[in-house]
């Protein structure tokens, strides 16, 4: 493979929108998972694990990575840059599974990909704990919440350790109130995340309010608006799964921000959640032996 010779570092204060490139080479699969991403070499980009627009729940997984991604871009969050890859009609013909075959067909046009980190492996707490600090972990605990992002736990913790540095890793799960808009009233956006307590980081992060006071600053004004703006009008528009949600790609941005916007200033009920959560988990007693048989 090719060693990464781009900044892994995205910055979207620089840059107006996620960078464009056209797939060349199928590399690998990775197999974790159920919507099999793959290393993918670009004709002028070099390499990217690349999410598939026909995979799983299709294009919405796309949009959540985007989006939440750059939030953590906005709050100072290392996450690898992510850009656009483009799948043609003739990118992976000569592939031997049928599966992988079947996957990228149902995924020309525009995919999500995610900056390689050659070398990065899975964050593991025992062994890799010292990396993370308690501020960072209060961070990322907070973005979590923030997003509704179930998929940060300890049998599935999404970090990469590389560079001897955490990496925030695949945000398709996040933003789930995005599969049945129709149901999303008022009260839904602003209810308490329950699942923040499985999060990998919880006990040990930080100060969660302190956490709270820095990244809502960052946050305000138009930070959500223009990470939102970052989506490309085909992913947000895509009825490869049934009718789309609104009738233009401006309109679907405005949900998005709606609800994030909301979710921001009303942050009190999910943030309690979270710290009544951390709390209790601190004072659970260690089960003995004879308590978890």
């Not at 290392?78 to 031997?96: I, K, M």
């Not at 998005?256 to 009544?276: D, F, I, N, P, Q």
Request: aromatic share 6%; with cysteine; net charge negative.
């Amino acid at each position: 493979m090719k060693t990464c010779r781009f900044s892994a570092i995205p910055d979207i204060s620089q840059v107006p929108h996620l960078p464009r490139h056209s797939a060349s080479r199928y590399v690998q699969p990775l197999r974790e998972g159920g919507s099999l991403p793959a290393v993918v070499d670009t004709e002028d980009g070099g390499l990217f694990v690349v999410k598939f627009r026909g995979a799983g729940q299709g294009a919405k997984v796309l949009v959540a990575e985007i989006i939440v991604s750059g939030l953590a871009v906005a709050l100072g969050l290392p996450t690898p840059a992510l850009a656009l890859v483009d799948v043609s009609e003739r990118f992976g013909r000569s592939e031997p599974d049928p599966e992988i075959q079947e996957l990228l067909r149902r995924s020309h046009g525009t995919n999500v990909g995610m900056r390689y980190l050659e070398g990065a492996f899975n964050f593991d707490p025992k062994a890799a704990g010292e990396l993370m600090t308690a501020q960072l972990a209060a961070d990322v605990v907070w973005l979590d919440a923030l997003t509704t992002n179930p998929d940060r736990t300890p049998r599935n913790p999404n970090l990469m350790i590389f560079n001897r540095q955490p990496w925030l890793i695949d945000h398709g799960a996040a933003l789930y109130a995005h599969h049945d808009w129709a149901s999303v009233n008022d009260e839904r956006t602003r209810t308490p995340f329950q699942l923040i307590r499985s999060h990998v980081l919880l006990a040990s992060a930080g100060d969660l309010s302190i956490a709270d006071a820095a990244n809502s600053q960052k946050l305000a004004g138009d930070a959500i608006a223009e990470v939102v703006s970052h989506v490309p009008d085909d992913l947000l528009m895509d009825d490869a799964t049934g009718a789309p949600d609104f009738s233009s790609p401006d309109e679907a941005r405005a949900r998005y921000v709606r609800y994030l916007s909301e979710r921001l200033a009303h942050r009190s009920a999910w943030l309690a959640e979270a710290v009544k959560a951390q709390e209790q988990l601190r004072i659970e007693a260690p089960q003995h032996l004879k308590a978890r048989r």
